[in-house]
């Protein structure tokens, strides 16, 4: 007798800082929560050596932060550049030829439209600064779509590192509505030995390499003073399909099991 | 790690509302003979376990499955029968992704 069953869960993070001066007093309060991109490389490193032999262990990509003074985007948008693309098959072209993509972009991400349904498709292949392939068919027609850059792995100019927290974690759960864990960690850089304007953080298992997640600040950064903190804090959303009645798919030789049931992680 | 494991509920069954930690479930607990860890392809998100009961393992009325280290509890709205005529192969596949809202 074989039964298969299938599960997905989905990550989220968020993210904000704050400077304090060298006597620990706040030199600028909490910035609002801003999300942050979750990359390919992160996902990837949930499963292997890292994690477990089997694990898919979310906590581990909360261990350490890094701050740098890259500004490579992470997203753009249709919209900012004043344009919309089109989807037929494979080919995604941008509307009127106008130029939008780069050939940086392969390995990217587009997600077509408002809100969290739309379609996600990755670029396979640069073809011009108006057309690019895609990994799966579509159709879209004048359509607004985010390019996110998800094969990005680490940050662009990395100044320093640090798995040092200045609070104590803290893990919610909540079972209304969409399920989900919640983790939350405090992250504290060493005071800054010279004038630093931080343009990028990321997140992830180690202090110095590859990331889970990147940041790009809004506008011009974050400027810190000689002998000033950063702090920032990270927030990662992991929702859980649970509480809904699912079917699960069987394969009884011969037989009629019915598997239909309620299903919780 | 106590919690790779599948396992068949037998006797009495409950699956509370939500699970973080420990079992996912209550109920006589009939642990796999082995379990088998698929490999891993990176950028599919995705992993396959599956665990198999020998014929001499986990007999009676199924009333549901557990899977402890991925917190699922399934219950079946038949329950079922296995004999020691009978080998079980259960695959779960757990897929995981990021949240986009554009």
Known sequence: MKISFLDLVGAAGHYRTRIKNADHTIARDWSDWRKNLILDSGLNSLVGPLSGFNSVNWSTMLVAAQMGTGNLAVQKDTTAAGVTISQTGTAVTVDGGANFFASTDVGALIKYDLGSAGQEVYITAFISASAVTVSATGSHTSAFAVVYQVQQTALQTRVSGTTSTFEADVVTTSAVGTPFKRFKRGFQFPAVGSNLTVKELGFGWQASGGVFSRVVLAGTGDALITGQIYEVEYVLTVFIPGGAAQVAVSDVSGGTWNTAGNYIV | ?102
């Open chain 2, 1 to 102: 790690m106590v919690s790779s494991s599948m396992t068949l509920i037998t006797g009495s069954m409950t699956i509370p509302t939500l699970i973080t930690t420990g079992s996912p479930v209550t109920g006589t607990r009939n642990d796999n003979s082995s379990l088998t860890i698929g490999s891993y392809s990176p950028g599919t998100f995705s992993r396959t376990r599956t665990g198999h009961w020998s014929i001499s393992v986990g007999n009676g009325t199924i009333l549901g499955i557990a899977d402890t280290f991925q917190r699922i509890g399934l219950k079946f709205t038949t329950p079922v029968v296995k004999d020691n005529q009978h080998t079980l192969d259960i695959t779960s596949t757990l897929s995981w992704q990021r949240v986009l809202t554009n």
